[in-house]
Structure formats: C-alpha cells, structure tokens
C-alpha cells in the first residue's frame, strides 16, 4: 500500500491543504481502489472487466452520418483537443478519429488527465480513410477510472482535414507552438471554440 502523499499524486484532484482526505487511484497498473485517509477501503479490480469503452466520445456527442462536423485544416505546430468524460472504469486501447476529406500524412493522439498533464499517446501513425472512424492505437493500453480527460490531436501536414465539433458545451481548443511528434502539458479548456475539438471515439 502507497503512503497518502504518494496515493495523492494520482489523483485527479486538488492537491495541498484543500485536498480532500479520499479518492480514486491505482495500486496497480490493473487495479482501480478508493482510498480513505491513505488506506484502501474498496477496490472495483481490472477495469478491463467494466464497461465497452466504444460509446465515449468527445464531448459526448457521436457523429450521426459521414457528413457530420467540421473539416478542419490542421497545422503542424498545433495540437487540438477536446474534453472526453469517462463514466466508469474501462481500458483503452486507443482513439477512433473522425477523420475529415482528406486523409494524408500521420496523426498522433494523445490522452490527458483533467489538469493537462500527458497520461499516453499513440505512435506517429498513416492517415487513413476519409469522412471515417480511423482507430489509432495508443503505444501502450491505459487504464482508465472514472473523471474528466482531454484528447489531443496532432496533424504532420496541412493537406489532411480532420473532423471537429462545430458547436457544444464542452472543453475544446488548441495549443500553439507544438513540434509534431512531442505531447506536451496543456490547459484544459473549460469553454468550447468551434472547430478545432477533434470528432471521435475510444475504443
């Protein structure tokens, strides 16, 4: 058992004087738990077990038809992201992009927690498919409890379109002055800016 500074870490909470004296963490790479005042009260197990992440989109908001969205003209120094709630605990494998019109040169994902840090990413990966689900694995799978995450979207050329919620009620932005390739700490959007959230679904 993780002493309660060390539990706290992996929390997606406040942290400090304000913290509260419970939360989520994992013990392990497979376990999801509640600690209370530093000790393990209850344990939900492998969330590979739990629920399909296939029904968790970005903003909660599927595309219904293939003409759904916004196509989006990406820039290489620009990661675009949008806010993705979990309900439960759940394994991803990786992200199913809405790809837009055209599809050419990579993309890579990435996954972060509520307060923007990098919790994984896929590799570099081909375009592939237009006005389609493309599924883009991550480097490795994650598990996932329940909260508030971030996907971020890469794009190594300008030609590529992806597609991009065009109105919501959710987080969604950019960050500027990125390199292509290399994810890096955000701020979590809490307003939504039309097209640039990336359309798409776990998996």
Known sequence: MQDF????????????EDAPDYGMYRPSA???????????????????????????????HPPATSAAGTDATPVVTETYIAE???????????????????????????????????????????????????????TATYQLAPGTYYI??????TTARFN???FGNFGASKKTGEVYGTLTTITPPTTFTTALGPMGGLY
């Open 152 to 157: 971020g979207l890469q794009v190594d050329n």
């Open 30 to 60: 497979t376990e999801i738990a509640i600690a209370v005042g530093g000790v393990k009260v209850a344990s939900f197990g492998s969330g590979t077990t739990g629920a399909s992440p296939r029904c968790v989109y970005t903003g909660g």
């Open 84 to 138: 993705i709630l979990v309900p439960t605990a759940m394994l991803m494998t990786g992200f199913a992009l809405f790809n837009g019109s055209v599809a050419s040169g990579n993309i890579k994902i990435g996954l972060y927690s509520k307060a923007g840090a990098v919790l994984a990413s896929s590799a570099s990966t081909a375009m592939s498919g237009t006005d389609a689900f493309q599924r883009v694995p991550l």
């Open 164 to 166: 991009a919620h065009p």
């Open 5 to 16: 500074d060390a539990v706290r870490a992996q929390f997606f909470e406040p942290t400090g």
